[in-house]
């Protein structure tokens, strides 16, 4: 039996696996709350892109966003698959370092980086820096002259593109606090300041539109934008791109209500607008730089968390109440976001009931799923979050002093624990004593 719509299936004894491996055991084995990966799908995930630039023989970088999910393991994943990284921090250029990622394969973004974040990602030249504002252009320039180095950089520009998804999660439209604006002159004043800087080797165009997107008209009228000022420049001054990072924001299913296209659909309609573009201005075509996250790791995760108490209030609503909650996934409380989920030991029962799972922090936001059909559940059950392999563990937290979770790869059968789970020691070890 094939749990619907997500990667995972049923065995005989009912239970939920990932992997090949049996969920209920690997509560057992590791303790809940838990994050499950099925590393077999990250792979998929990850190929369904390169292959695709592949057999369209188009030259091309697949950088993973390490935002979605960064630790040791899962960059040595994207390093295997012949992935590129995407950073935005000084931690995550580090978790890169210790996994011994490629570091000309390394891309650093951020509206604010710091003189410290430039001058790690200099020192130890990275791939490409792509820069957000004009304070950034001048640190970087100070930072190549003082290191007698050069670096290749992308600009961000905002193209004035409202896609179709959460307002706190788009980023491509004029009012942005990423990029310059194509609109009202800066991304031409960035330009004259990087185009032939002795130091910067100015390699093209960056822009990202938001996430969570389900359609690739987003994608393409926002490469024609960039296109149409890469005509302006290319008659002005004769700039011909290098590259064009076209962004992520690949949407995938966390419901019924999601409808996301094949991956391989994105990279092909992006290399096909691409491609013609570039014909119409007669220029040669820019390899192509695309950044998923969410669309590498989301659906490849699962949380795991034990049912505690249960609370029926008669004509309103079935509260069930898991060992977890905005301490492990805040994207319910950030986002509403919305999630299924299954009883992992019952996972081949039909729902008789619908309640809602609500965490244990002490908010009254910390709820996970509202009104989930569910079988008839009891203390001690297991209740599995599908979809959560993005943005759960990136955004743990410790409020109410809660440890974070650990992390667990599965592939071929085999179970590995990847991050271990955070003891009371570890949440107070950089607590100073005040007597």
């Known amino acids: 039996m094939i749990i619907d719509n997500h990667p995972y299936e049923v065995n005989e004894q009912g239970h939920l696996e990932i992997g090949g491996i049996d969920t209920v055991n690997l509560a057992e084995k590791y303790g809940t709350p838990l994050y499950i990966y099925d590393v077999k799908t990250i792979r998929d995930n990850c190929r369904a892109f390169v292959r695709t630039f592949e057999e369209l023989d188009i030259k091309a970088q697949v950088a993973y966003a390490s935002k979605a999910f960064s630790s040791i393991a899962m960059v040595q994943i994207a390093k295997q698959e012949g992935l590129s990284l995407d950073v935005v921090s000084e931690g995550e250029l580090y978790t890169a370092f210790q996994a011994g990622f490629p570091k000309e394969k390394i891309h650093l973004h951020g509206n604010n980086k710091s003189i410290e974040e430039l001058s790690m990602a200099i020192e130890h030249d990275i791939g490409c820096i792509v820069v957000d504002n004009f304070l950034e252009i001048e640190m970087i320039g100070r930072l190549l002259e003082k290191y007698g180095k050069n670096m290749d950089v992308l600009m961000r520009v905002t193209p004035g593109i409202e896609s179709k998804t959460h307002k706190y999660i788009m980023t491509g439209n004029e009012d942005s606090k990423f990029g310059f604006n194509l609109q009202n002159g800066q991304a031409e004043e960035a330009f004259h300041m990087l185009y032939k800087h002795p130091s910067i080797n100015f390699k093209g165009l960056h822009c990202h539109i938001?996430?969570?997107?389900?359609?690739?008209?987003?994608?393409?009228?926002?490469?024609?934008v960039l296109f149409k000022q890469i005509a302006v420049w290319n008659d002005k001054y004769g700039f011909i791109p290098e590259v064009l990072n076209l962004g992520g924001g690949f949407g995938i299913r966390y419901t019924g209500e999601d409808t996301p296209l094949p991956l391989n659909k994105y990279a092909e309609k992006l290399g096909a607008a691409v491609a013609d573009f570039a014909a119409d201005l007669e220029i040669p075509m820019p390899e192509i730089w695309i950044e998923p996250g969410r669309a590498i790791v989301g659906n490849a995760g699962i949380t795991?968390?034990?049912?505690?108490?249960m609370k029926n209030i008669p004509g309103v609503r079935d509260y069930i109440s898991v060992n977890g909650g905005m301490t492990d996934n805040l994207r319910p409380a950030l986002y509403q976001a919305k999630y299924e989920a299954v009883i992992a030991n019952k996972a081949n029962q039909e729902p008789s009931k619908q309640a809602s799972i609500a965490g244990k922090c002490c908010e009254s936001g910390d709820m996970l799923i509202k009104d989930l059909p569910l079988p008839e559940a009891e203390t001690g059950d297991i209740l599995a979050v599908f979809s959560t392999g993005a943005y759960g563990y990136s955004m743990a937290n410790h409020y109410n002093r809660i440890p974070k979770a650990a992390v667990v790869f599965v592939e071929d059968g085999q179970d590995k624990l990847v991050v271990q789970r955070e003891s009371y020691e570890d949440v107070v070890k950089n607590d100073l004593s005040y007597e």
Do not use: K, N, P, R
């Open 210 to 224: 938001g996430s969570q997107i389900f359609e690739t008209e987003g994608f393409l009228l926002a490469a024609e």
């Open 304 to 309: 795991l968390y034990s049912i505690g108490s």
